[in-house]
């Protein structure tokens, strides 16, 4: 008999046993992590099948998905990672539905605004013909007003028989 099956019924944990031991370690603690999109993207990024810094979109999770399905990671890794996608997926498009809601409330909004420009202008192009119509009305009623003045003036003056007859022998 050796002295290692004498001195213990298992014997001592070799390197590749210990590692995967740590990583299963490491796995239960870090599923705790993935939680919600910061905690996924980071979880996807340390697993190196997302870009650290690039925007997450469908075909980026697409890609992770497959090289997940070629790993040889563990059964809890590809969990926690299918786990961080799901997440990641689900806000992805809820992001992407409220960009379309605000792209659509932005192109029914222009078309009222090109109206309201458009009236504007048009308020104003009438506005100036009005002032112009109102400024010839006004010149015409002191046109009317000074013959009326000058007329009443002519009616005011008395004349008589004799102013007539002076100024028609002056002459």
Same mark, same amino acid.
């Given at each position: 008999m050796s002295a290692t099956s004498a001195g213990s019924k298992t014997p001592p944990p070799s390197s590749g046993t210990r590692q995967r031991k740590d990583a299963t370690? %490491? $796995? =239960? *603690? @870090? @599923? $705790? %992590? =993935? +939680? &919600?999109k910061s905690t996924a993207k980071t979880y996807l990024e340390a697993l190196s099948v997302? !870009? /650290?810094? $690039? +925007? =997450? &979109? !469908? /075909?980026?999770?697409s890609t992770a998905l497959h090289h997940m399905a070629q790993s040889t990671s563990t059964k809890q890794t590809l969990q926690l990672g299918m786990r961080a996608v799901a997440i990641l997926m689900a806000e992805t498009a809820r992001e992407e539905e409220t960009q379309e809601v605000a792209r659509k409330i932005a192109e029914q909004l222009v078309l009222p605004t090109d109206q309201i420009q458009s009236t504007v202008m048009e308020a104003r192009a009438l506005m100036k013909e009005i002032h112009k119509t109102a400024q010839e009305m006004k010149e015409a009623q002191a046109t009317t007003l000074k013959s009326i003045a000058e007329t009443l003036q002519a !009616?005011? %003056?008395?004349?008589t028989y004799a102013s =007539? *007859?002076?100024t028609h022998w002056q002459h």
């Open positions: 370690q %490491k $796995e =239960v *603690t @870090s @599923s $705790e %992590k =993935v +939680r &919600d997302l !870009i /650290p810094g $690039e +925007r =997450v &979109d !469908i /075909p980026a999770l !009616i005011g %003056k008395t004349t =007539v *007859t002076a």
